[in-house]
């Protein structure tokens, strides 16, 4: 009796925000949009917008279960939309409506709680503010300018427009560096880009270490997630 008594309990304490856990998309958290299978091999499904971000990476995976897939070649979840067409409350305003519309209503549902909690340091820091800080972020290809590229778009910017450049130039990421050489050229930079530039400094970066330290991180790291 004591054991229905708090199953039933269970069930009137969860939101009608938990049945909808099935419906959400790993990588925004959302209700699906237009929900499609990606080629991983194991048919998770994703918001197509969310996957469409994964065309601008090498070599994508997938959030889940970490093996490649084509960000082009995408199969739209029927069953997901058939199944999505089931009726659920809004978990602000309780109105009944089908799944597949909980998105849209509840971007104009008037009861959503749009507050956010502000918040401030503990204490203010009595550190100078630094200036004139190396930008480490995004690059201009060393061949024809192009601005504004982080280490995957120049990859992919210098593998797609300039694979059969042979002018020895210095490489933008490195040079940014701390341990950089502004007047080191690359021979072969394509070679020297898709070897050394396939993962992102941001991840790994130490600016404490040298260059070999920092690469052999990399190295271990990269092994550890195989």
């Not at 093996?67 to 009726?87: A, G, H, T, V, W």
């Not at 409506?97 to 502000?118: E, G, N």
């Not at 992919?156 to 007047?183: F, L, R």
């Not at 941001?202 to 997630?225: C, G, K, P, V």
């Amino acid at each position: 009796m004591a054991t229905g008594t708090r199953s039933r309990k269970r069930k009137r304490m969860q939101s009608p925000d938990d049945d909808l856990t099935m419906y959400k998309c790993p990588i925004c958290l959302e209700i699906f949009a237009d929900p499609v299978q990606i080629s991983c091999g194991n048919n998770h499904t994703y918001c197509l917008q969310c996957v469409q971000s994964y065309q601008e990476i090498p070599t994508p995976q997938c959030p889940q279960c970490r093996q490649n897939f084509n960000p082009y070649q995408l199969q739209l979840n029927r069953n997901m939309i058939e199944s999505m067409q089931k009726i659920a409350p809004c978990k602000w305003c309780h109105k009944q409506m089908p799944i597949i519309q909980h998105k849209a209503h509840i971007s104009v549902c008037d009861m959503v709680d749009t507050s956010l909690p502000k918040f401030r340091p503990v204490k203010e820091t009595s550190q100078p503010i630094p200036k004139d800080l190396p930008n480490r972020s995004t690059f201009s290809c060393p061949f024809c300018g192009e601005a504004n590229l982080d280490t995957n778009g120049m990859v992919k910017h210098c593998n797609e427009k300039h694979t059969n450049e042979s002018s020895d130039v210095v490489c933008p990421i490195c040079a940014s560096m701390p341990w950089g050489d502004t007047s080191q050229r690359s021979v072969d930079f394509m070679q020297h880009l898709n070897l050394r530039h396939k993962f992102s400094y941001d991840t790994y970066a130490d600016f404490s270490l040298d260059d070999d330290q920092m690469l052999e991180r990399a190295l271990q790291a990269s092994l550890q997630d195989v």
